[in-house]
């Protein structure tokens, strides 16, 4: 865990920002399995992505300073699964936004491989919540989408475009619309779409939040799969804490306006996990205590303003 | 079928009354022309060619207008539609430039470009931008913003992402705003046809006043309304209809 220059191999690039105080020590772990392994998770020399000192405030209709995010720090390790949960407008899915480049934070950075991002890129693709693929063009269109922006040529396009269906089981269903698909299918497409962009990292905007349990399930496994077959970072953001924890590397937890980063919880469970495991539903319950606090105060904001404190990410298009 | 039948009946009314009307002779012909008078002017129209040129040269003009202000007006409302002071600006005046007569336009363009194709151009660009560049702008606020974003996301930006996601994405909301740019471009078109001698059915028209032949203005007249309801209800609904289908919305009617 050493940082000392000699340890880092002279052609790579030596992180400039200091090391990150605050919230990696408060990290508590949890579960039988995490025995043994450092409380305080060691970044890379460069990490995969890089939340630096995020903050974004709004200016609100009323004409008030609303600050929606405070000073988020966050290092990914490359291939992790880290899930991010907290109340609803905690500012999370504007986190993921921020992350993906549709939106600029008030101050700090966002970095990739240590390279402050410039707008968006294909190197990380948002998979969103709902209503993200494309109506006009048909599930093959959709997932050949962001290749033929990148000007893939025609033959690797298509090769490309039915290993994903493949990937996500919807080969049979290349020549249908959108709108003739069920839910969990379409967020089927919209995985299979954002990774034949081949990114390196996946954003996820409570992908599976408008779905019924059984097709959930059923995608936490594919995603688990798919997640342990390529090789993809995942940021992963929900309110289901047991989600986050069944899916999660780490689960990192958000307070309620201003979010900031109020704890983080390694997950060491076995993989395959499944949302019914014991050890699942009790290193959730550890965490949702915690989140408890953040939801009453959402709750008693809500009731205050008379209205859902909730705010949409992505101001521009 | 049922509706088949329906039609017929209806329209076989309607004719009937009109032939009745004109067989009582309450007024003479040259005031009330008679179904069988327009019929002789319609069949000896199209064989002697009349028509068809003029049907070719308008439907030329109205062609190349319309396209014209179908480009430009969406360049416009994507533009207008992109700032908040533009839209305050710029959109309260189209909005109200809409309320003026492309008509009116007409001794201005006369000016500007002569008495010549162009002029007629101009009027029948000034008729149809509006509503198009209205229509876009609107089909821009419309359109869920999520696609925008998805579509930057995969890497869409510039020209790109208006041509593959913004323009497809918000055609559902500006089909009925292109269609009623049509509508525009037809009538200031004929208008000015009618003002302007040379060719075109507005111009057949006016021959039919000017020899105070009514049957001819009405068989021009019904020549104005088939092409119109031929670009809606054939062209333009099978566009909604294709869209209907693509996006899964129930049908508007």
């Known amino acids: ?317 | 079928m049922k509706r088949a039948l329906r039609y017929i009946i209806f329209y076989g009314i309607l004719l009937g009354a009109w032939a009745l009307l004109a067989k009582l002779k309450i007024w003479p012909p040259y005031l009330f022309p008679t179904p069988w008078g327009v019929w002789d002017e319609l069949y000896g129209g199209f064989k002697d060619h009349t028509y068809w040129i003029a049907i070719a040269v308008s439907m030329r003009r109205v062609l190349a207008g319309y396209i014209i202000s179908v480009v430009l007006g969406m360049m416009l409302g994507l533009g207008v539609s992109s700032s908040e002071f533009l839209e305050e600006t710029v959109g309260g005046l189209l909005v109200s430039l809409q309320s003026l007569p492309s008509i009116c336009w007409w001794p201005l363009a006369l000016l500007w470009f002569g008495l010549s194709q162009n002029a007629i151009l101009f009027v029948v660009i000034m008729g149809s931008l509006l509503s198009v560049t209205l229509a876009m702008e609107d089909g821009r606020r419309q359109m869920p913003k999520i696609f925008g974003q998805a579509g930057r996301n995969l890497g869409a930006s510039g020209f790109k992402l208006f041509w593959y996601v913004l323009l497809p994405a918000s055609l559902p909301f500006i089909v009925s705003g292109l269609k009623q740019g049509w509508a525009f471009a037809w009538r200031s078109l004929i208008t000015a046809e009618m003002l302007y001698m040379s060719m075109g059915l507005g111009q057949v028209l006016m021959m039919g006043r000017d020899f105070s032949n009514m049957s001819a203005v009405i068989a021009v007249m019904l020549l104005i309304i088939a092409i119109g309801y031929i670009v809606d209800g054939v062209i333009f609904k099978g566009l909604e209809r294709h869209l209907q289908n693509k996006w899964g919305l129930a049908p508007a009617n």
């Open chain 1, 1 to 317: 865990m050493s940082t000392s220059p000699r340890n880092v191999p002279a052609s790579l690039p030596i992180p400039l920002e200091p090391r990150l105080p605050g919230s990696y020590s408060r990290g508590v772990k949890i579960g039988p399995a995490s025995v043994g392994r450092p409380t305080v998770v060691a970044a890379p020399s460069v990490a995969k992505v890089g939340l630096h000192d995020i903050s974004l405030s709004y200016r609100t209709q009323a004409g008030e300073r609303l600050q929606a995010l405070e000073n988020i720090n966050l290092q990914v390790r490359a291939g992790e699964f880290v899930c991010i949960v907290g109340p609803s407008g905690c500012g999370k899915s504007t986190l993921l936004h921020l992350m993906a480049g549709l939106q600029s934070p008030t101050s700090g950075q966002v970095l990739v491989d240590g390279k402050p991002i410039q707008g968006p890129g294909t190197d990380r693709i948002l998979i969103f919540q709902e209503h993200g693929l494309f109506p006009w063009l048909t599930v093959a269109q959709n997932v050949e989408f962001g290749m033929k922006m990148k000007g893939i040529a025609k033959p690797e396009r298509k090769e490309r475009v039915e290993h994903y269906l493949r990937l996500v089981h919807l080969a049979k269903f290349e020549k249908s619309y959108i709108h003739q698909l069920s839910g969990g299918m379409r967020q089927r497409v919209a995985i299979a779409r954002a990774l034949a962009t081949e990114p390196d990292v996946l954003l996820m905007d409570e992908p599976f939040a408008a779905l019924d349990a059984q097709t959930r399930d059923l995608l936490h496994d594919e995603l688990e799969r798919i997640w342990s077959d390529t090789g993809r970072t995942i940021i992963f953001v929900t309110h289901n804490v047991r989600e986050a924890v069944r899916l999660g590397d780490r689960v990192m937890l958000l307070t309620f306006r201003p979010g900031r980063v109020k704890n983080e919880f390694p997950v060491d469970l076995p993989r395959p996990r499944s949302l019914e495991d014991p050890e699942v539903a009790l290193a959730a319950r550890e965490v949702l205590d915690e989140l408890r606090d953040e939801i009453n105060r959402s709750l008693e904001a809500e009731y205050k303003e008379g209205v859902k404190p909730h705010i949409e990410p992505g101001g521009e298009v």
